[in-house]
């Protein structure tokens, strides 16, 4: 079946160690795939996205994810976390260019 | 410039009571999107719109929810005879039209739980 999946649904770091959320995706092709972040009671925040060309590709606050097409994944990482950072990290994936397809979340907590 | 508009921000329904909530996305925005998003899980498609068009509601389910978008602006997602499943937080997004680049912006969601 044609789906984003986020294997981790917890994650948890200390302040300043680096950070890697896991996604992998399965669709037919390259899709667009995204990155958004949300905080509590907030809206969906948009990290980065990748369409084509340097898999890797930078976000905003530090953030950058690789593209794999031999792997099908998709992560996202951080060198250093913020206590600020604490939120939860949604993969998406939009495979006809029009509809963005979620994966399940990866609540990430930073611990001081 | 505003972002994506929604309301209520909270609801709260017994079991059997309709509810609506509504959406204003971006000026501008010809796409229009309803997300339902059950607690702890992603945000799952229900509906998306071109202008007033419906271009797929699949996966909506037909017989207690609709949607409608009738100037291609504004638009309302309605439930009928809420159920506790329902409970969920609905999401609204807004893009300027679909494929290269396209980007798509969410409002804060309204969070309805069915008791």
């Known amino acids: 079946a044609q789906s984003v999946t986020q294997p981790d649904a917890r994650v948890t770091v200390s302040e300043g160690a680096s950070l890697q959320l896991r996604c992998k995706y399965s669709y037919s092709g390259t899709p667009y795939l995204f990155w958004y972040v949300q905080y509590q009671r907030q809206g969906l925040q948009l990290l980065l996205k990748?369409?084509?060309?340097?898999?890797v590709v930078q976000g905003v606050n530090g953030f950058e994810a690789e593209f794999s097409k031999s792997d099908s994944s998709f992560h996202l990482r951080k060198a250093s976390v913020h206590w600020s950072d604490s939120a939860v990290y949604f993969c998406a994936a939009m495979p006809n260019y029009n509809v963005l397809y979620f994966g399940s979340g990866t609540k990430l907590t930073v611990e001081p | 410039e505003a972002g994506v508009t929604q309301s209520p921000r909270y609801a709260v329904l017994q079991e059997g009571q309709a509810v609506s909530f509504w959406c204003d996305p971006i000026?501008?925005?010809?796409?229009l999107y309803w997300y339902q998003q059950p607690r702890d899980q992603g945000p799952q498609l229900l509906v998306y719109f071109r202008d007033e068009a419906v271009i797929d509601n699949s996966q909506l389910p037909s017989d207690r929810f609709s949607a409608v978008r009738p100037k291609g602006t504004n638009s309302t997602l309605k439930i009928q005879s809420a159920k506790q499943g329902d409970t969920a937080t609905y999401l609204c997004?807004?893009?300027?039209?679909?494929?290269?680049?396209?980007?798509?912006?969410f409002g804060k969601g309204t969070r309805l739980t069915v008791v």
């Open positions: 990748y369409y084509s060309g340097d898999p």
């Open positions: 000026s501008g925005h010809d796409t």
């Open positions: 997004a807004s893009s300027p039209g679909t494929g290269v680049d396209t980007e798509v912006f």
